[in-house]
């Protein structure tokens, strides 16, 4: 027989305990998260190490100006309106062609090698490209300009046997440049749009079909349309690893194209006017504003790219 105080207790010792386990609930709520706050602060503090500190030590000098006559420093952003004319802005607009070029070219030729292994058959073939392509898209520097140079240079093996000097071909110019950077920038966009093109359904392909659309049709209205997040998130990438190039420019054509990371390692050196150092910092931070617009553009496309294709 239940009495009347039972059912009394019965409901407020449900509710306490209800209570208690919301409590501690929120406890190992707190827990987890002063747990995970604390296994950021090394990434933090190499963050700030690795970043902040050169960061703010570019930024100093980039705004600090020096009187070529009494040697005192004051603030300024003559350094900066420097690095924005004359050789250093040739400079800096020859290096964003030659990356938007080699970046436009690279976007093409990765789609369509990427496209090929993803509709292969052979798995021995996908490994194969995908395992080059990972080893190649960080193949550059100095040993890649010796190998271009070795094979298309003035004296190279292929110059030699084909005759291309005869036909007009340097290796030593804009295009030249731009086939080396290919060498690298075609296997990254492999890499980064594989992903992509794995996740196009095959219902879409299918229903594409049953409507009577044509392939050509089905890439124009539906796969591009749905890759065009990834295509331009790829371009932005690409532009972005060309721009950051400094070693293979450097080992291959020198100074006899106007790039902005060799205006900045001239200016460093002190090869054109003693002095330069802060224009030179100056110009980095011109390239960290680029590189910002960059990923500024890059990140939005990825996350619409990953909500399509997930």
């Known amino acids: 027989m239940t009495t009347d105080t039972d059912a009394t207790v019965a409901p407020a010792a449900s509710a306490h305990t209800g209570t208690d386990a919301a409590a501690a609930a929120a406890r190992s709520g707190r827990r987890r998260r002063v747990g995970g706050g604390l296994a950021v602060v090394p990434l933090l503090a190499f963050v700030a190490l690795a970043f902040g500190i050169p960061a703010l030590a570019m930024l100093d000098g980039a705004f600090t100006v020096k009187d070529p006559v009494t040697g005192a420093s004051s603030y300024g952003v003559a350094n900066v309106t420097a690095s924005m004319q004359g050789a250093y802005l040739t400079a800096l607009i020859g290096s964003v062609k030659l990356s938007a070029f080699s970046a436009a070219i690279g976007v093409v030729c990765g789609l369509l090698l990427a496209q090929a292994v993803v509709t292969s058959r052979s798995r021995v073939l996908r490994e194969a490209v995908l395992t080059a392509s990972g080893v190649l898209a960080n193949f550059g520097g100095v040993p890649l300009a010796f190998a271009f140079v070795a094979t298309l240079g003035n004296s190279g093996f292929l110059t030699r046997r084909l005759d291309l000097t005869d036909k007009g071909w340097s290796l030593y110019s804009f295009s030249g440049l731009t086939l080396a950077y290919l060498y690298f920038l075609i296997p990254l966009m492999v890499l980064t749009i594989t992903p992509a093109l794995e996740g196009l359904r095959v219902q879409w392909r299918e229903a594409a079909r049953n409507n009577g659309a044509t392939n050509a049709q089905y890439w124009r209205h539906v796969a591009l349309p749905v890759l065009a997040p990834s295509l331009l998130g790829g371009f932005v990438l690409l532009f972005g690893s060309a721009f950051a190039a400094y070693a293979t420019a450097a080992a291959m054509v020198g100074s006899s194209i106007p790039l902005v990371t060799l205006q900045i390692a001239d200016a460093l050196a002190g090869n054109v006017l003693v002095g330069q150092e802060n224009v030179?910092?100056?110009?980095?931070?011109?390239?960290?504003?680029?590189?910002?617009?960059?990923?500024a553009v890059?990140?939005?496309?990825?996350?619409?790219s990953a909500r399509w294709l997930a």
């Open 280 to 295: 030179a910092l100056a110009l980095s931070l011109d390239m960290v504003l680029v590189a910002g617009l960059v990923m």
């Open 298 to 304: 890059y990140l939005p496309l990825q996350r619409r």
